[in-house]
Every structure is written in C-alpha cells, then in structure tokens.
C-alpha cells in the first residue's frame, strides 16, 4: 500500500501542534518528522498494520514525544527556580565600592521584599514554610521535601507558587517610585 507521506506528515504535525498546546508550529513539525523517523527505525516498536491505522500508530509516537517535550519543559522552569535566582531577585546587594547607604538600601530591599512575599503567601501555609527554610538556608528541593514531610512533587510546586510571589514583588518594589 502506497502512502500519502505530504498528506500524513501535515495531519501528524496538525496533531503534535494540538499535543503541543499549540506553542509553536516549528516544534510540532519536528515531533512529527521525528515520530515518522521513528516509524521506519527499527530500534523503535514496529507497526502492526492489522492491529492499528499507520496514522494512529504515528500519533501514538507523537504523544510520546510531546510528553517528553512537557516533562523537558517542567524541568527547565524548575531548573530556574534555583537558589541563586531566587537570591539574586531578592537580595539586590550593592557592589563592592558602595557606600554604607548603599548598603542599608539594599538591606532594607531585602526586609521588604521578604515582607511583602510572606503577606502574599499567607493563604498557603507550603509556601510559607517553604519561606522559611529558604531563609534558613535549606534551599535543596529534597531537604525542603525532607524537613517539610511532604513528596519532592509538592515541594517543586510550591516552590514555583514561592518564585512567582517573588517575581511579583520584586518587579512591584524595583518599579516603585
């Protein structure tokens, strides 16, 4: 049987872009050509044409791909949820050369920053201890899991609600006048 490949690959990347969220046109067109390489590379699992449709087949490869891609995704917004952003983002030290004041305004940024994040995160009582370990220095997801007795999972997720409060707060304190 002679495919239609022009056809399928259009189909299959209109499907990745859906699977995708529709972020973006061009990864969903890769997800697709992958999952068509995939198709005819033996290392992979072979298509059985009596148990499902080649297209079928296809966006089974695609869904794979796309999990990968919002796994890939989670990891990297974890990735920069790390104690140096976050500590950058708060702390705004003053250089080496500065003076005294410079110094106490950057202490009092820091105060207020702090202050303001645990008003905002006052309702959730995860991120509120998450606050305070981080203040305390315990800044590794595991230990914060560890010391919380709560699943590494929830831990992430709150430290994502911490990032964004921060986020917040920092951009409200620098554009103040």
């Given at each position: 049987?002679?495919?239609?490949?022009?056809?399928?690959?259009?189909?299959?990347?209109?499907?990745?872009?859906?699977?995708?969220?529709?972020?973006?046109?061009?990864?969903?067109?890769?997800?697709?050509?992958?999952a068509i390489a995939r198709h005819f590379d033996g290392s992979y699992a072979a298509?059985?044409?009596?148990?499902?449709?080649?297209?079928?087949?296809?966006?089974?490869?695609?869904?794979?791909?796309?999990?990968?891609?919002?796994?890939?995704?989670?990891?990297?917004?974890?990735?920069?949820?790390?104690?140096?952003?976050?500590?950058?983002?708060?702390?705004?030290?003053?250089?080496?050369?500065?003076?005294?004041?410079?110094?106490?305004?950057?202490?009092?940024?820091?105060?207020?920053?702090?202050?303001?994040?645990?008003?905002?995160?006052?309702?959730?009582?995860?991120?509120?201890?998450?606050?305070?370990?981080?203040?305390?220095?315990?800044?590794?997801?595991?230990?914060?899991?560890?010391?919380?007795?709560?699943?590494?999972?929830?831990?992430?997720?709150?430290?994502?609600?911490?990032?964004?409060?921060?986020?917040?707060?920092v951009r409200a304190l620098t554009e103040a006048p």
């Open positions: 049987m002679s495919e239609d490949w022009g056809l399928i690959s259009a189909k299959l990347t209109n499907y990745a872009h859906k699977r995708t969220g529709r972020r973006s046109i061009d990864r969903a067109q890769e997800i697709a050509q992958e298509w059985d044409p009596n148990k499902e449709s080649l297209f079928l087949h296809l966006t089974s490869i695609v869904n794979s791909l796309a999990y990968g891609d919002r796994v890939k995704s989670s990891t990297n917004h974890e990735k920069r949820v790390t104690t140096a952003s976050m500590a950058r983002a708060v702390e705004r030290t003053a250089s080496p050369d500065a003076t005294a004041e410079d110094d106490l305004v950057a202490r009092d940024f820091h105060s207020r920053a702090w202050t303001d994040v645990r008003a905002r995160a006052a309702n959730d009582a995860l991120v509120t201890k998450l606050t305070d370990l981080w203040q305390d220095g315990v800044d590794a997801p595991a230990e914060q899991a560890a010391a919380l007795g709560v699943p590494i999972a929830e831990v992430r997720n709150a430290r994502r609600r911490l990032f964004t409060h921060v986020e917040t707060v």
